[in-house]
């Protein structure tokens, strides 16, 4: 037995090194399915491990059903292969960059990697404490809400939640004009299967959120975008894009629009609902960033009164992304086939357990002192990374009124693309402006979380541009 083996944990751990190795070979098509593994002595050397170290991790292997045993004749990789695994490989650097880039590097990114790039707030800077108290409580509720399904629009107390939210903004709704997702992103999805054909049109700005493109091409919906602006859409070319193309659907932030910041202006807003009632345009508005804004600005739920838009929206932002919960508020018939159609895909809504803690936690009277503190420090956060930015010649776009982004010019022209992959190299996780493009007119532009921005962070970006 090799030096040290004797230890139990050092010999798991060298087993758990070959069994690695062997997933490894596997996944970059190295060994492919039906090719036999090295013998039990020739791998043991190549290793550097005892026979007995190699065997083990061949029978643990064989258990998962990636290689299998021939009798007498020694071990075989098992087929199919699997897929690559992107934890084995990451920073996935060869990887397109497109709308699903900045979602994969940030959501598998491993805590030693910064994510100034990505979309949600440090998780230190979320409400904790009140979550806690509502997790603690809910281990007391009722039997039902730990084991059952939910109600089909979700849980009435959450919806009358927002109903009161909405009256605040001037939206008159009932609770059962409201319906309860699994997720915002989960409210798009429905929307679009319950009003989308495949090859219908869909109008989007540019930029926008880049997982409205990939929600969109998932839908087989042909996406037409218009420029935006600090004020809104360039208005005369949105009603041009209507006139020329006739989508069935505009998708939008009103309210602290990502990727920008801007927002909304008064006099956007109605000509943007007068030209969509000319050619009877949809308007999905999502509202997952209005809690950020200092005062409520101009929305288009509030102007039409929910006849033509559809206000989506979640909890991920302010409260916790790991709580699943979004909603959808739209007139009374839409809704029915809403429902009709989250139950047919989901069989109901967002988990009762997650609707529970949302509704807790957003009663809790801490949670408005959170929303204002929170407020607070990204306002001053802004101001510090806007000024950090200047110093390396990158420049927002806009100074937004509330929020976490700055979207931001590189200096020179740069390949926002280019920087962002020799950034991940350094393992930070970057925005790219041409991901939120649908024309790919953003090259030189990159969106920043502020929240997730610090020293080291800046220090490989300064790093990248040179």
Do not use: H, W
């Given at each position: 037995m090799a030096s040290g083996e004797s230890d139990s944990g050092i010999a798991g751990t060298r087993t758990e090194a070959v069994m690695t190795a062997i997933r490894r070979r596997v996944?970059?098509?190295?060994?492919?399915?039906?090719?036999?593994?090295?013998?039990?002595?020739?791998?043991?050397?190549?290793?550097?491990?005892?026979?007995?170290?190699?065997?083990?991790?061949?029978?643990?292997?064989?258990a998962e059903g990636l290689i299998r045993s021939r009798a007498g004749s020694g071990f075989y990789v098992a087929g199919p292969v699997p897929p690559l695994a992107l934890t084995e490989v990451e920073p996935t650097l060869d990887r397109a960059i497109d709308p699903f880039w900045v979602s994969r590097q940030?959501?598998?990114?491993?805590?030693?990697m910064l994510r100034p790039g990505c979309g949600w707030l440090p998780s230190a800077w979320m409400p904790n404490a009140?979550?806690?108290?509502?997790?603690?409580?809910?281990?007391?509720?009722?039997?039902?809400?730990?084991?059952?399904?939910?109600?089909?629009?979700?849980?009435?107390?959450?919806?009358?939640?927002?109903?009161?939210?909405?009256?605040?903004?001037?939206?008159?709704?009932?609770?059962?004009?409201?319906?309860?997702?699994?997720?915002?992103?989960?409210?798009?999805?429905?929307?679009?299967?319950?009003?989308?054909?495949?090859?219908?049109?869909?109008?989007?700005?540019?930029?926008?959120?880049?997982?409205?493109?990939?929600m969109l091409r998932a839908h087989r919906a042909r996406i037409v975008s218009v420029p935006y602006t600090p004020a809104g859409p360039d208005i005369a070319l949105f009603g041009e894009a209507l006139a020329v193309h006739r989508p069935r659907l505009y998708i939008t932030n009103s309210a602290i629009h990502n990727p920008t910041g801007a927002t909304l202006s008064p006099q956007t807003a109605h000509r943007i609902l007068t030209a969509a009632a000319a050619h009877d345009l949809t308007i999905v508005e999502d509202e997952i960033f209005a809690d950020f804004e200092p005062e409520p600005s101009p929305r288009l739920a509030s102007l039409d009164g929910l006849s033509r838009i559809i206000r989506i929206g979640s909890f991920s932002k302010t409260l916790s992304a790991s709580i699943r919960c979004g909603y959808i508020a739209a007139r009374p018939d839409w809704i029915e086939g809403l429902v009709d159609l989250q139950v047919a895909t989901n069989f109901g809504g967002p988990s009762p357990l997650a609707a529970e803690l949302v509704f807790r936690t957003l009663s809790d009277g801490s949670y408005r002192k959170h929303l204002e503190g929170l407020r607070g420090r990204l306002a001053k956060r802004r101001r510090e990374v806007a000024g950090q930015l200047e110093g390396l010649g990158v420049r927002p776009w806009t100074l937004p009124r509330g929020g976490f982004y700055l979207w931001c010019r590189l200096p020179d022209g740069r390949d926002a693309a280019e920087v962002a992959k020799a950034a991940l190299r350094e393992r930070v996780v970057l925005a790219p402006g041409n991901v939120f493009s649908v024309t790919q007119s953003a090259t030189d532009l990159m969106r920043f979380n502020v929240a997730q921005m610090n020293a080291q962070a800046l220090r490989v970006l300064g790093q990248a541009l040179r």
């Open positions: 996944a970059s098509r190295a060994l492919t399915a039906g090719e036999k593994l090295p013998s039990i002595r020739k791998f043991a050397r190549d290793m550097q491990v005892s026979p007995s170290t190699i065997v083990e991790a061949y029978d643990r292997l064989a940030s959501l598998d990114a491993g805590p030693e009140a979550i806690r108290r509502a997790i603690r409580a809910l281990a007391k509720a009722d039997d039902a809400v730990l084991a059952d399904y939910g109600a089909t629009r979700g849980l009435l107390g959450l919806r009358r939640l927002l109903v009161r939210q909405f009256a605040a903004e001037g939206i008159e709704v009932r609770a059962d004009q409201i319906l309860l997702t699994t997720s915002g992103t989960r409210a798009i999805d429905l929307i679009c299967r319950f009003l989308l054909n495949p090859g219908d049109t869909v109008l989007v700005d540019d930029p926008c959120y880049f997982n409205f493109q990939a």
